[in-house]
């Protein structure tokens, strides 16, 4: 069977509207014909009938997540629109695939005796998704679930675009940009108004969280940041979160986070606010010694502050680490241009995984876009995207998009990055988000060469997919690795003891930053289990009693909390996948680019995307189970 090219798209507006909405109805018209011969030939083996299935299953992934990346990425609205209306289309047609008896019927018959252990398994995934998706309930029953499931995929996409399309602007007096960089504040001129304008994008919001010393502007800026998509996605998430809850019941699960960890390493939606203690009581009194040090700073400049709020909680670790461990944030930043930062990004990966980057002349979405073959020994691999700064209409956070799902001797696998990095200098969070990032990309290319699309790219547990995202994070703390591609004006790298000292003010403020995420993953879990009727008051109640760090009053973070449509109740997965990941870098000791550990990682835990349980993944590499004992010691600054 010979490798189909990677994808064409298209180099005009008629092109892309074609794009989002004819070639997306046309997968959805081939799904539907192979299930027909499903359900209506005779005599099928196991086999045959898996490989009709994975034929399926691979017209369907690649709709959605052509659909799915267009809704969030393409400069035309009207061509997001189309693409968001294929999207509901395919996740219905998802959804109803697993409630079909006849569909069913083909599997569950099947004889699973003489498959390989691959077939095998995704024989048992196949049956499992049935009997989840409601497949066995009655008629009435199995009707309401598919209701529930499609309302849910509107629900969510509407979510979805309230956020993208949520921007917000203030407007502060020229004096309100003092302590922020001049590249910034040369980017930000003063309007025929006299004043300054600000918006929610990552690009002034970070600088402004980090570096702006008058607090009324970074207040100013977070409140507005805070109410994104609110009063409009209020209401939205409101329904979603009795939708969820009603299908879940139907399904036979107590409430959402259970049926959603019914897939997952953790097991149970009890064992959420099990995991969530665990962290609660490892990180509370380090937590508890911190904040009175920012505290006691922030009276350094607002002499009555009585409370540590989440719009001064960059800004005084910043200023601390400056003060305390001679780390100046725009000192660090003036290493951190973009143009280094890319080409460095895919040198060191490229190194540390075996691969080049060739970049690949074709035409895309957007000028912005970049492509690139990722390639070994003469073969390609697959192909990257990777989509890197703000726009109008564009998603607005930063994430690994799934395009064309990898099958050995099929399809290259395809993915994209939408970030939202300044086109200048970067701080040294976005370098750690874009490594960040750039793991889930690496891993659905190295992962994207399985037989069956199941199992493909980072299709792993959800549970456990952010683990080697987060153990790529630490090659944005390595000196050697920063000196390969950082300069300052002068063009000298940044300097090792730097990085050092940064590497040691790094562990100032983690615990606060991990009950930060915790309060998130408190949000995430409870407004699904609870339900609560006012959903403002109760998220700002988990906000403030799960840190010091109080929130901003009367605030409504939640209505712009993307991560409650995909990740559900589920946002304990960053920190469950972090315990992980701090366990797998123990591998590599002292020395991140060990070529040996680097192809024993790649071969073990990239490479077999989801064709095996995450848990043998990771014994596999480590040689044991994985312990919390490294996180225990990371969280201890050790």
């Keep these: 069977m010979t490798v189909s090219p990677p994808l064409t798209f298209p180099s005009d507006r008629d092109g892309w509207l074609s794009f989002a909405g004819d070639r997306q109805a046309q997968r959805a018209d081939a799904v539907r014909e192979l299930d027909a011969r ?20 691979i017209a369907l992934r690649t709709g959605i997540n052509e659909a799915y990346l267009l809704s969030e990425s393409h400069p035309d609205a009207d061509v997001r629109s189309r693409a968001e209306e294929q999207v509901q289309v395919l996740e219905s047609l998802s959804s109803s695939r697993v409630l079909d008896r006849d569909l069913w019927a083909v599997f569950a018959q099947a004889d699973a005796e003489g498959l390989d252990d691959d077939s095998a398994r995704l024989l048992s995934h196949i049956l499992r998704d049935f009997r989840l998706g409601g497949v066995d309930l009655d008629d009435r029953s199995r009707a309401r679930v598919r209701e529930l499931t499609d309302r849910d995929t509107e629900l969510s996409l509407t979510f979805s675009r309230n956020i993208r399309e949520g921007r917000r602007e203030i407007k502060v007096a020229p004096e309100g940009l003092a302590g922020m960089p001049a590249d910034f504040v040369d980017e930000h001129p003063v309007g025929d108004d006299g004043l300054v304008t600000l918006t929610t994008d990552y690009t002034d919001l970070m600088p402004v969280r980090e570096y702006a010393t008058d607090r009324a502007t970074r207040i100013a800026l977070v409140n507005a940041y805070n109410d994104l998509a609110w009063p409009e996605n209020d209401a939205v998430l409101a329904e979603l979160l009795e939708v969820r809850a009603e299908r879940a019941r139907l399904l036979g699960f107590s409430d959402w986070a259970d049926l959603e960890t019914a897939t997952r390493m953790i097991g149970a939606g009890a064992e959420i606010p099990a995991f969530l203690a665990r962290l609660d009581e490892a990180s509370i009194a380090a937590a508890e010694a911190e904040y009175p040090l920012l505290l006691e700073r922030l009276r350094l400049d607002a002499p009555d502050a009585d409370v540590v709020t989440n719009a001064d909680f960059a800004y005084l670790l910043s200023a601390l680490k400056r003060e305390r461990y001679d780390v100046d944030a725009q000192r660090v930043r003036s290493y951190l241009s973009f143009d280094r930062v890319l080409p460095g990004i895919l040198d060191v990966t490229g190194r540390l995984l075996d691969v080049s980057y060739v970049p690949a002349d074709v035409s895309t979405w957007h000028e912005d876009v970049h492509s690139y073959d990722v390639v070994r020994d003469g073969e390609t691999l697959g192909r990257i995207h990777l989509d890197l700064h703000p726009r109008d209409g564009k998603y607005n956070h930063a994430a690994c998009f799934g395009l064309a799902p990898g099958i050995a001797g099929r399809t290259l696998p395809e993915a994209v990055l939408l970030c939202n990095f300044s086109r200048g200098l970067l701080t040294h969070d976005e370098v750690v988000t874009f490594f960040h990032e750039f793991g889930h990309l690496v891993h659905d290319i190295l992962g994207g060469r399985q037989r069956w699309a199941r199992f493909t790219g980072v ?20 000196a050697g690795i920063l000196a390969s591609f950082t300069a300052d004006t002068n063009g000298d790298p940044i300097p090792a003891s730097l990085v050092e000292r940064m590497r040691t003010a790094d562990a100032f403020g983690r615990a606060l930053e991990v009950r930060r995420q915790l309060g998130h993953a408190n949000v995430s879990y409870h407004l699904h289990v609870d339900r609560p009727a006012d959903l403002q008051s109760a998220t700002e109640r988990l906000y403030a009693t799960t840190s010091p760090v109080q929130p901003l009053p009367n605030q409504h973070s939640y209505a712009g909390f993307g991560h409650l449509t995909g990740y559900g109740a589920c946002y304990y997965t960053y920190q469950w996948s972090l315990v992980i990941a701090r366990d797998l870098l123990s591998a590599f000791g002292d020395d991140l680019m060990d070529a040996e550990v680097a192809r024993r990682y790649r071969e073990q835990i990239l490479e077999p995307g989801g064709s095996r349980d995450a848990t043998d993944l990771v014994a596999s590499f480590l040689g044991r189970p994985t312990s919390f004992d490294a996180y225990a010691a990371w969280l201890a600054g050790r």
Excluded: H, Y
């Design 38 to 57: 499903l359900t209506s030939a005779q005599g099928l083996t196991t086999i045959e009938r898996l490989e009709l299935w994975n034929d399926a299953d």
């Design 459 to 478: 299709a792993t547990e959800w549970d456990f997919v952010e683990a080697p995202s987060q153990l790529l994070e630490e090659w944005a703390w390595d």
